[in-house]
């Protein structure tokens, strides 16, 4: 019943943004849902509930591959005729209808932060929805922490997630329940575990440094610092590359509850050298490729060793003290807050 829902959703969704129901589906329709991760199952079923007009010509196919289309949708693509199907009952699509104009554009699919549900712009029940909730899942903060250690534990990580589950793409919702009870130094692990982990943070002209991500899907393609994840890269030890270190993100939701939590902030932290203490949720980012090749950098993949974040970050305190600060207490560190310069403002 789930995926019959989430298949009239995506048939009036492409309704809409064709701008008429009975306008028939092209090339560039299914590359836009390639795009926004839907499933290739449910991209199927798509194509054999809609009217289709189709390139199928074999430059038209290897340009749908090279952007990432499955041969399961090539397969389907191919196969379809261009016979007008069914279309979804008048009152499922009524019930939509102000989803499928949200959509229609490119750009944002929420008014606001607070309207964005936790799948974000991804198809509800779609595996690119339950990657995004896992970004927004917070760890229950009255456990234990593990504590990781940069880099091995990290690499670890790695490895083990690639054997069950590989990297570079989307995965099968379901199978994110395989990223459970990973040995590490600290003890066991899986996705959703409450972490922590001490570095370093770096800035530039060394790497990025902190910046705010822009547009995602999990935060609804919803522009400017206020409205996105931070992503903030972490290293073992100050002066250390990027490409050696892993990445820690701050969602924006409830975001400014916590003074300093923003760029600028961590910005001027990373410059001073300090030594941070980060706490918060396990998160396998395997939509990306790992790139901790310094001298063979992968275009379009952020550096680090591990796709294994913590995010969201739940606490977040630094050590400003010359002497350094003990990993076992608390004492001589401090919240951001104590680093806010009063000049700043939001990026929008």
Not at 298 to 327: D, K, M, Y
């Given at each position: ?322 002497a350094g600060c003990s990993h076992k207490s608390k004492t001589g560190w401090k919240p951001l807050s104590a680093f806010k310069t009063k000049s700043h403002t939001h990026t929008q």
């Amino acid at each position: 019943m789930k995926r019959f829902v989430i298949l009239l959703f995506l048939v009036s969704m492409m309704a809409a943004q064709s701008g008429s129901p009975g306008h028939p589906l092209t090339n560039d329709d299914f590359a836009k849902m390639v795009e926004q991760h839907i499933a290739p199952a449910v991209i199927v079923k798509v194509i054999g509930f809609s009217s289709t007009h189709l390139n199928t010509s074999a430059e038209a196919m290897q340009s749908l591959k090279a952007a990432g289309t499955s041969l399961e949708v090539l397969d389907a693509m191919t196969a379809a005729q261009p016979a007008i199907h069914a279309q979804p009952p008048q009152g499922v699509a009524a019930q939509i209808e102000g989803v499928a104009k949200a959509s229609k554009s490119s750009g944002a699919c929420a008014t606001d932060l607070a309207s964005c549900k936790d799948t974000g712009c991804a198809v509800p029940g779609s595996d690119h929805a339950v990657f995004n909730q896992a970004k927004r899942h917070r760890p229950d903060i009255s456990a234990k922490p593990v504590v990781l250690k940069i880099p091995e534990d990290f690499e670890a990580l790695q490895e083990v997630a690639e054997k069950k589950v590989g990297s570079g793409d989307d995965i099968a919702g379901d199978s994110r329940t395989e990223l459970v009870d990973i040995d590490t130094s600290g003890g066991k692990v899986g996705e959703g575990s409450l972490v922590r982990v001490f570095g370093f943070l770096t800035a530039k002209p060394a790497g990025l440094g902190p910046h705010p991500n822009t547009g995602e899907s999990v935060n609804c393609k919803l522009r400017g610092e206020p409205n996105n994840d931070i992503h903030i890269p972490v290293v073992d030890q100050a002066g250390e590359s990027e490409f050696q270190g892993i990445v820690v993100e701050m969602i924006p939701q409830d975001r400014n509850k916590n003074p300093g939590w923003d760029s600028k902030t961590l910005i001027a932290v990373a410059k001073k050298g300090f030594e941070v203490w980060i706490e918060g949720g396990l998160f396998y980012d395997n939509e990306h490729k790992v790139n901790g090749d310094q001298d063979n950098p992968l275009s379009g993949q952020p550096a680090r060793i591990s796709l294994w974040e913590i995010h969201p970050i739940t606490t977040f305190l630094v050590c400003s003290n010359p002497a350094g600060c003990s990993h076992k207490s608390k004492t001589g560190w401090k919240p951001l807050s104590a680093f806010k310069t009063k000049s700043h403002t939001h990026t929008q």
